[in-house]
Nanobody, 124 residues
Framework: QVQLVESGGGLVQAGDSLRLSCAAS????????MGWFRQAPGKEREFVAA??????NYADSVKGRFTISRDNAKKTAYLQMNSLKPEDTAVYYC???????????????????WGQGTHVTVSS
């Protein structure tokens, strides 16, 4: 059974940093794409970042501030968030695409499994 468990969210001030973690289990972690999405109150879920053997991809809104990484030995993906802004406030979701890797993947429908989400609140 595939399981993704996020952690690391919290309440921070603008300009602060947070690191989110996503612990995966139930599938062979290393070959597949891991992604982070977020959903702010009243808005649709949006792509934040993704990583696979082809590289990393970021939404324009987080490029230069957020870094996605993974530790295949620990079966964990990370999202390092620096220079946080109030507009980064959202529930952050980890996602796994347990299918072939043919390119970058930006859409929710590209992913097969999701975590329960972790709240990030950035105060001004």
């Amino acid at each position: 059974q595939v399981q993704l468990v996020e952690s690391g969210g919290g309440l921070v001030q603008a300009g602060d940093s947070l690191r989110l973690s996503c612990a995966a289990s139930g599938f062979t972690f290393s070959p597949y794409t891991m992604g982070w999405f977020r959903q702010a109150p009243g808005k649709e879920r949006e792509f934040v970042a993704a990583i696979n053997w082809r590289g990393e991809n970021y939404a324009d809104s987080v490029k230069g501030r957020f870094t996605i990484s993974r530790d295949n030995a620990k079966k964990t993906a990370y999202l390092q968030m620096n220079s946080l802004k109030p507009e980064d406030t959202a529930v952050y979701y980890c996602a796994a695409r347990i299918r072939g890797v043919y390119g970058p993947y930006y859409a929710s429908s590209d992913y097969d499994s999701w975590g329960q989400g972790t709240h990030v609140t950035v105060s001004s």
